[in-house]
């Protein structure tokens, strides 16, 4: 059985203090990582800060990474760093980093050899506009994200990824993509992952859904067959509703 993972991308939100003071909020109440995994993907400034309070069932992760070891890349955040400082995710490939940041599938594929490489848990994120779905190719281009941003990764390294499928079009808009739905095109990447590797591989990678994710739909959203979790914007800002998001997530 998979287990579900729950993670806060928190994106450009949170002073230190609000950031500590969610922490302490969280704590004690979340509930066994055997169970679930809850992580928090924060601003990188405050990443040593949160790891360093994290209890035990809470894991850190950061919002990006550059694929190159060391370098003249003013600004950006290196793997060894991250993985120096005791963050354990990645969120890597997320559409806002797509497209205010140009970041491309090659980049994101290299992004991803990286973070394994300082044993980081990457989560990679996928997902169609609005444009693509209505034309009826949200498949067809998704499949090609996948093919494209996982191209030359081992099968044991799939196993270890997390996979966020995210709609464009229902990131922060208050548009769900209805469970069916993602179910659907989460079963589908499945089925991409088990023609690129094999069943043992395609039943082990976790997909979460993403876009939209509140206390109010998770439960719905989790009961479906393929969605093993989700990545969660807003709803995840406030620690009540992160600690829902959490528990809805426990069987
Ligand atoms: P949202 O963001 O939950 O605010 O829609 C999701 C995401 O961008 O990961």
């Known amino acids: 059985m998979r287990k579900p993972i729950i993670a806060g991308n928190w994106k450009m939100n949170k002073t230190r203090d609000e950031a500590l003071q969610f922490i302490y909020n969280i704590n004690m109440n979340l509930p066994s990582n055997k169970k679930v995994e809850s992580v928090i993907c924060a601003q990188a400034p405050i990443l040593r800060d949160l790891v360093k309070r994290q209890g035990e069932e809470l894991r850190i992760g950061a919002q990006t990474m550059h694929e190159s070891d060391t370098g003249a890349y003013t600004g950006e955040i290196s793997a060894a760093l ?71 990764l081992g099968s044991e390294q799939v196993k270890n990824l997390v996979i966020a499928y995210e709609p464009i079009w229902a990131i ?13 095109t989460i079963r589908n990447i499945r089925e991409v992952v088990r023609d690129l590797y094999d069943d043992e591989t395609a ?10 994710v509140k206390p109010a739909n998770i439960e719905e959203l989790l009961s479906m067959s393929d969605i093993d979790g989700a990545l969660v914007g807003g709803a995840s800002l406030d620690s009540e509703s992160f600690l829902a998001l959490v528990n809805a997530a426990v069987k």
Do not use: W
């Not at 039943?203 to 939209?212: F, H, L, T």
């Open 82 to 152: 991250l993985a120096n400082i005791g963050v354990e995710y990645v969120i890597i490939g997320h559409s806002e980093r797509r497209a205010y940041y140009n970041e491309n599938d090659a980049a994101i594929n290299q992004k991803i050899h990286q973070a394994f490489r300082y044993d980081l848990t990457p989560i990679l994120c996928v997902g169609e506009s609005l444009e693509t779905r209505e034309a009826n190719e949200t498949d067809v281009f998704v499949k090609g994200q996948v093919v494209e941003d996982l191209k030359g």
């Open 203 to 212: 039943d082990a990678v976790r997909i979460q859904y993403g876009g939209s």
């Open 172 to 184: 922060g808009t208050g548009k769900t993509a209805t469970s069916e739905m993602a179910n659907e």
